[in-house]
């Protein structure tokens, strides 16, 4: 993996995309900070960082785009992947690579609460939290983007999905507002997500019968919760949607509360982009 790691973070300093992310990532975050910051005589760091987190929502594609799109176009995957390097290894190199990037671009913005420091009120444990949960949200988006990148050859179509699929958990929690409410709706959603749940099963085993056998139960939890509970589905599309909100895990951070849910969920949700990488190489390199 150390190799791997070495490599990945060399070629951001011998390619255009790493200084691209470091230049626009500093300089638009320095704009704001002048602006947002300075000009407005605001001494609120963690308000900075929330909205810093926007400019990274829309630069993290040129850092993750060409991770393993790269790879693939120049045909270089398949020596990669049968190198004595496991591809969880390989996966976890290059994201490593880029979140290493992301902390010295987000090391060199910190600098700006010497100001807040020298000048301002500085508020510590807001400002503490905000910067762990700006580092951890960023990771997010990093494993979401090596995701993506696995899915494709071409790098300008893995920024665009990357930043599709972002500005999409990006707005989950204001999208909440606008959303069915009523049990009808709600269980109809559960059907969706119940099938969703059977292919996904069915694609990873392969085994008809195990993934019909679970639809069958899946259909019948869904049944006999709509009959004695329906109540439950009552807001339940909001309810789901607003679970992978990323953005609604951040106000705990920005007021100074370091919770133990919100941190083990955005590690979990790392985890788990992670490891779908590592099963969509595996099963493409079969094929």
Known sequence: ?????????????????????????????????????ILSRSSDFSAFLDSVRFIFLIIVPILTMKLMSEETRQKTDQLLYTSPVGIGNIVLGKFLAAFVLFLAAFAVILCY??????????????????????????????????????????????AIATFAVLLLFWILEPLKSGLPQDQTSGIVFACILA????????????????AGI??????????????FMPAGYSGFIAAVLGWFSLLKRQQSFSLGLLRLDDTVYYVSFIFVFLFLSVRFIEKRRWM
């Open 1 to 37: 993996m150390g190799a791997i790691f070495k490599r990945e973070l060399r070629s951001y300093f011998t390619s255009p995309s790493g200084y691209i992310f470091l230049g626009l990532f500093l300089l638009l975050s320095g704009i704001y900070f002048s602006f947002g910051v």
């Open 113 to 158: 609460s010497i100001v807040i420091i020298v000048f301002g009120d500085f508020k510590v444990w807001e400002s503490i939290g905000a910067s762990l949960g700006f580092i951890l949200i960023g990771g997010c988006f990093i494993a979401v983007g090596v995701f993506i990148s696995t899915m494709t050859e071409s790098q300008t179509v893995s």
């Open 195 to 210: 099938a969703l749940a059977v292919y996904a099963l069915f694609t990873a085993t392969k085994d008809r019968l195990v």
């Open 214 to 227: 679970s639809g069958i139960v899946l259909v019948a939890a869904i049944a006999l919760t709509a009959i």
